[in-house]
């Protein structure tokens, strides 16, 4: 009796092959494409001797071909577009948050001895990590 499995990829049903116990994909070639880079990326977030090849085997790539990009660039004039476009959005981003970083330093000050009433801030920039904003009202003792 021949059971039917539906493929993980394209949804159809199909007749996995009887030695292949665990079969999820059928045997169309987008859904072996699929499945390879299922298998690809598995392989890439666990095995760190295969992470080592990939990379060992890109930077040889690029060394036999110094010039792709270059080249890639200057025949493509809808790449070169579409990037400064992309770039332009990204610059623009990036004026429009003032962002505290986690290593900044910034002058000593030293507050005067008395109560403090503490008040979350709230307000335009934005703090990264472990930043906390408080407003400080002194309080005068009387």
């Given amino acids: 009796m021949n059971r039917q499995s539906r493929c993980a990829h394209c949804r159809c049903r199909f007749v996995p092959h009887p030695h292949v116990k665990t079969q999820r994909f059928c045997s169309n070639k987008p859904c072996q494409r699929a499945r390879k880079t ?9 095995d760190l001797d295969y992470q080592a090849n990939q990379r060992d085997a890109q930077h040889a790539w690029q060394h036999r071909h110094p010039d792709y990009w270059r080249q890639y660039r ?6 070169r577009e579409r990037n400064r476009l992309l770039q332009t959005h990204r610059d623009q981003k990036q004026r429009a948050n003032l962002l505290a970083k986690m290593d900044a330093s910034y002058p000593i000050t030293f507050v005067k001895p008395g109560i403090y009433h503490l008040i979350p801030a709230v ?12 407003k400080c009202h002194v309080i005068p003792i009387t």
């Fill in 74 to 79: 200057l025949r493509r004039a809808d790449y």
């Fill in 123 to 134: 307000g335009e920039q934005l703090a990264k990590m472990d930043a906390l904003s408080q």
């Fill in 38 to 46: 299922k298998w690809q990326r598995d392989k890439m977030a666990t």
